[in-house]
């Protein structure tokens, strides 16, 4: 149980926003954002060992899409898709 807390607070803290300088209503979608998301991805699959913790991975995933700006949301929409993929071989 402690175990997965932590795993919730590293999760909540890799999806944190710290640029708070930007405007809710810009509508560009650039995608030169930052390169290093690749390596959040491959750190929540390493920690992503056994199928409850996947799934509150998910849960505390899918709240912070929906309130997660325009731009983010993409980024996470992805890391989604992982945790689902491990679920789901996890299961079978």
């Given at each position: 149980?402690?175990?997965?807390?932590?795993?919730?607070?590293?999760?909540?803290?890799?999806?944190?926003?710290?640029?708070?300088?930007?405007?809710?209503?810009?509508?560009d979608d650039d995608d030169d954002d930052?390169?290093?998301?690749?390596?959040?991805c491959c750190m929540i699959m390493m920690?992503?060992?056994?199928?409850?913790?996947?799934?509150?991975i998910m849960v505390i995933m899918i709240?912070?899409?929906?309130?997660?700006?325009?731009?983010?949301?993409?980024?996470?929409?992805?890391?989604?898709?992982?945790?689902?993929?491990?679920?789901?071989?996890?299961?079978?």
């Amino acid at each position: 149980m402690m175990m997965m807390m932590m795993m919730m607070i590293v999760v909540m803290m890799m999806m944190h926003d710290d640029d708070d300088d930007d405007d809710d209503d810009d509508d560009d979608d650039d995608d030169d954002d930052d390169d290093d998301d690749d390596d959040d991805c491959c750190m929540i699959m390493m920690m992503m060992t056994s199928t409850t913790t996947t799934t509150m991975i998910m849960v505390i995933m899918i709240t912070m899409i929906m309130t997660a700006r325009r731009r983010r949301r993409r980024r996470m929409r992805a890391m989604l898709k992982v945790a689902v993929i491990l679920v789901v071989s996890a299961d079978t």
